[in-house]
């Protein structure tokens, strides 16, 4: 039951898309929608994915479906409950808060599902920073996503999960890349919006 239940929040942020989708639904309706959809959808993958591959599916739809409508204009986000400012509830450009941190752990669950059962090495740390990487590029591009902010997020998560796949013990030039990491999100949003 505990694996459904982790399962059914990882599909929130695709699932969020669906009452925009409809045409925003009232607003009991729309959480009826995101509530029973997200569970049933984690039921399906715990019973159809064998664990513990089976945080990637969420994962890779929900990056997927998010990607495709930042860079078709961002209509079914800007609509949907995890929209730009869904706190204020004003609709508008962009990625909110909610969501950039979402997609954070989405790609966090599905890298940690997909590099299961492998050592710790050089190479899942590069897998590691090269998908951090693309996913800053997405979130700090002007035209898809929500600007310096998610780069920082996307920089310093990444970093930190790159350092956990290494190998050997915690040095202090770790340490300083660490610190510094949050730096090299702004310099990869700047590169995007040129």
Known sequence: MRRIGGL???WVPAMTLVPAALGNP?????YFIIGFGCIGLGWLTDRFVPWPRAPLVPAVVGLA???CDLALGSHLITRSVLGPNPGYGSRFYGIGNELKSGLMVLLLAGLGAALTDRPKSRNAALTVLGCGFVLCVILGSGRLGAGVGAAIIVASATAVAAMMMLPGKWSRKRIAILVVSPAIGPLS???STC
């Open 8 to 10: 059914a929040i990882l």
């Open 26 to 30: 009232s607003r009991e309706l729309e």
């Open 65 to 67: 479906v998010i990607t």
């Open 189 to 191: 949003w700047q590169s």
